[in-house]
């Protein structure tokens, strides 16, 4: 059996919604699919019978045996166009010059091939591998395509969580610089002859040492918070690499939190979310 996909057309509950539409399977049949965690509504796993459904949601019946599949990292979202994981800190998003295998390009293509070896997962966008967070996988090329061709249009938010050293001189203020690379792959502002980069921050809340910053950038420059954060003259904690004299919880702490975009088929807006990593909030009071 491969995945099925099914638009709700009239309100109705789960149960009733899927004898009417899953052909050639008895009623116990359909509620062992149920009980297997075979039923997705809009990316959500659903098992209750009663569940209730609304016109223009998506009903997805997995092949058996993919409700039970482990993934190595917390799945967000997931359908079939998408698949949205919340990467863990230290895992690169694609293969380098000095890592191939250990990247969650890698693993989510192993995830999604446990349910059909034919299936295949195309990037959108990246993360650092220091930072942890959300990261958005498209499930066919089409998909792909219509998120970075129209990247700019379909972002309304990309949130970072940053604890930094210090206190920012501000509560809440726009960087807005030119960022250049050097031959050491460190990014720094320069006043001509740069990329522009614009981040934006806020302080949610201050402790002796560290303060907790709600970050959005409005370009998506390499280490561009990093950078901008470090000539602000709080870096991020942990962060070595830009001037960080501290590493309280091992890692870099920096973390995607939020992205939200608009569906570029259907124009629905969707909110992806990752919880902040433990220790982040403790830090700051």
């Given at each position: 059996?491969?995945?099925?996909?099914y638009?709700?057309?009239?309100?109705d509950?789960?149960l009733?919604f899927?004898?009417a539409h899953v052909?050639g399977?008895s009623?116990n049949?359909?509620?062992?699919?149920l009980?297997?965690?075979?039923v997705?509504?809009?990316?959500?796993?659903?098992?209750?019978?009663?569940?209730?459904?609304?016109p223009g949601?998506?009903?997805?019946?997995?092949p058996?045996?993919a409700?039970?599949?482990?993934?190595?990292f917390?799945?967000?979202y997931e359908?079939?166009?998408l698949?949205?994981?919340?990467k863990?800190a230290g895992?690169l998003?694609?293969?380098?010059d000095?890592?191939k295998?250990?990247?969650?390009y890698?693993m989510?293509?192993d995830?999604?091939?446990?349910t059909?070896?034919?299936?295949?997962?195309?990037i959108?966008?990246?993360?650092?591998?220091?930072t942890s967070?959300?990261?958005?996988f498209?499930?066919?090329?089409?998909?792909?395509?219509a998120y970075?061709?129209?990247?700019?249009?379909?972002?309304g938010?990309?949130g970072?969580?940053?604890?930094?050293?210090?206190?920012?001189p501000?509560?809440?203020d726009?960087?807005?610089?030119?960022?250049?690379?050097?031959a050491?792959?460190?990014v720094y502002s320069?006043?001509?002859?740069?990329?522009?980069?614009?981040?934006?921050?806020?302080?949610?809340s201050r402790?002796r040492?560290?303060?907790?910053l709600?970050?959005?950038?409005d370009?998506?420059r390499?280490?561009?918070?990093?950078a901008h954060?470090s000539?602000?003259?709080?870096?991020?904690a942990?962060?070595?690499?830009?001037?960080?004299?501290?590493?309280?919880?091992?890692?870099?702490?920096?973390h995607?939190?939020e992205?939200?975009?608009?569906?570029?088929?259907?124009g629905?807006?969707?909110?992806?979310?990752?919880?902040a990593?433990?220790?982040?909030?403790?830090l700051?009071r």
């Amino acid at each position: 059996m491969q995945e099925k996909r099914y638009i709700v057309e009239g309100q109705d509950t789960l149960l009733p919604f899927l004898l009417a539409h899953v052909a050639g399977k008895s009623r116990n049949s359909v509620k062992a699919m149920l009980t297997r965690g075979q039923v997705q509504v809009d990316g959500k796993t659903v098992t209750r019978h009663d569940h209730p459904l609304l016109p223009g949601q998506t009903v997805v019946v997995l092949p058996q045996g993919a409700g039970d599949k482990k993934a190595p990292f917390p799945i967000l979202y997931e359908d079939g166009r998408l698949l949205v994981i919340a990467k863990p800190a230290g895992l690169l998003s694609m293969a380098s010059d000095k890592e191939k295998l250990r990247t969650a390009y890698r693993m989510a293509t192993d995830y999604v091939r446990k349910t059909d070896s034919r299936n295949r997962i195309f990037i959108v966008h990246r993360l650092d591998r220091d930072t942890s967070g959300v990261l958005l996988f498209a499930k066919d090329e089409q998909t792909k395509r219509a998120y970075q061709d129209n990247w700019d249009r379909l972002v309304g938010r990309r949130g970072y969580l940053a604890v930094v050293e210090g206190r920012p001189p501000r509560d809440s203020d726009t960087i807005r610089t030119l960022l250049r690379e050097n031959a050491a792959h460190k990014v720094y502002s320069v006043p001509s002859g740069g990329k522009e980069a614009i981040t934006h921050y806020t302080t949610l809340s201050r402790g002796r040492e560290y303060a907790l910053l709600e970050v959005d950038i409005d370009t998506g420059r390499k280490n561009q918070i990093r950078a901008h954060l470090s000539e602000l003259g709080c870096p991020v904690a942990g962060d070595r690499d830009y001037g960080a004299a501290t590493d309280p919880l091992g890692r870099l702490c920096l973390h995607a939190h939020e992205l939200r975009l608009t569906d570029p088929f259907t124009g629905e807006a969707r909110l992806f979310r990752a919880e902040a990593p433990g220790g982040f909030a403790a830090l700051a009071r």
